[in-house]
């Protein structure tokens, strides 16, 4: 998944679970990378470290025009014991706690990863409706 940094989704890619992570995040990234033109870093977890920073690094070369992407790894830190909040990595954990929220989506019923990714798609699109009818509106700064 693919999300802002608040953890609304941008875009999403279900694979096989025979496709290592690395290699469905390069797909991720290129099939919505070029929407985005304005991203300037990209947070992953240490397990994409090495190779997935070398493609970061070449997508934006290959898109030119001022982009550069940046691929932050958000690493363990050493003397880690147990479980500790990490920056930027409760974004997309969150996310997916949203998703868990979803009775479709609790467990994989679909045998097509495709119709998968179609009710991650729904499901986010009720998360953010349900967001956007809920603000209020801004009042004026009056200082």
Known sequence: MLTDTNGLLLGAVVTPASVQDRDGAKLLLCM???SFMTLLM???DGG???KLEQFVQSMG??????ASFGLGIIKKLEDQKGFIVLPRRRVIER???WLVKQRRLTRDHEKNPRHHEAF??????G???RRL???QPVQPFAG
């Open 127 to 129: 998360i953010m409706t």
């Open 32 to 34: 919505f990378c070029h």
């Open 95 to 97: 996310s997916f706690g």
């Open 61 to 66: 070369r290959l898109f030119g025009h001022g």
């Open 42 to 44: 990209i947070f992953a």
């Open 133 to 135: 009818t809920s603000l």
């Open 48 to 50: 994409y470290a090495g």
């Open 120 to 125: 991650v798609y729904l499901a986010f699109i």
